[in-house]
């Protein structure tokens, strides 16, 4: 009995200390946010403007649809983009950036106007894509069929990808964004070390490619898309997703913004990149 008192009076003592806080977390004015990336490709260049929201008022989006919208390149590109819906803006006609010309997008909203410029990126195409079967007893890596692509990187230093994978047309990102550069070596996507002209002697070594991180089955479609990208765009991509794992441990980075290229305050990014693609079905 006297057992059961102690912790009864352990329990209202504890109760008794029990306070609710109210965090007052400051909010600012809304900021615009600009999305958007311009490729190497033919295709209609498209940018997103929405304003930025109060951490804990998510519920709608505020799209941005009454801005005036141009990209101007050193190539001679100026062309402008119309609002379509919900914040889109798109060009008229397809579009392209060439390596090594700059491209700046002026978003003028509000009576502000903001400038974002990126040079566009210089890199190979993939060179080959291919399918390969793996044992198991192979660690923590899975047995089963991985798809892999090889390609070259620049002699200079200063190359930053980002590789987007699809298994019959489903994006494949459940591990985050597959970004690599030339500092991964050995272990890069590019598989420069690799000889892919004998991959089962070189399995039998154990050396392995660097696979993409999802197993596939005979008769799947991978298509591989491979981004050059810039140095602060890899940052920024880096910065993104390391918010998006906060877990809330002591080990989680401070909350922040990420950095971004949109000049006069506003946030997101504006993207040049050079895409390139490589597609294979896998074969048993």
Not at 209 to 234: C, L, M, N, W
């Amino acid at each position: 009995m006297k057992k059961f008192n102690l912790i009864l009076g352990f329990a209202i003592v504890l109760s008794a200390c029990e306070r609710i806080v109210e965090l007052e977390i400051p909010s600012s004015d809304p900021t615009i946010v600009v999305e958007g990336q311009i490729t190497s490709q033919l295709e209609p260049w498209e940018i997103r403007l929405t304003m930025s929201q109060p951490y804990f008022d998510q519920s709608t989006i505020a799209f941005v649809a009454s801005a005036d919208v141009s990209i101007v390149g050193t190539d001679g590109t100026d062309v402008n983009l119309i609002h379509t819906d919900s914040g889109y803006y798109k060009t008229e006609f397809s579009q392209q950036c060439l390596p090594g010309e700059t491209y700046t997008l002026s978003v003028k909203y509000d009576g502000e106007e903001y400038l974002a410029t990126e040079q566009a990126p210089l890199a190979f195409p993939i060179d080959t894509i291919a399918s390969y079967y793996l044992p198991e007893n192979n660690g923590f890596i899975e047995e089963g069929y991985y798809v892999f692509i090889q390609g070259r990187e620049r002699v200079e230093k200063g190359d930053y990808y980002l590789f987007k994978a699809y298994r019959n047309d489903t994006l494949k990102d459940d591990f985050g964004s597959n970004l690599d550069n030339d500092e991964f070596g050995s272990v890069s996507f590019l598989n420069e070390d690799f000889d892919i002209n004998n991959i089962a002697s070189e399995l039998s070594k154990g050396k392995t490619p660097r696979p993409f991180p999802f197993t596939v089955e005979p008769g799947d479609t991978v298509r591989i898309e491979q981004y050059a990208i810039s140095e602060k765009h890899f940052k920024y991509i880096f910065d993104i997703e390391a918010q998006q794992g906060r877990s809330g441990t002591p080990f989680d980075p401070p909350p922040a913004n990420p950095n971004n290229n949109i000049s006069n305050g506003g946030l997101g990014y504006f993207s040049v990149v050079h895409k390139e693609e490589a597609q294979i079905v896998v074969d048993e």
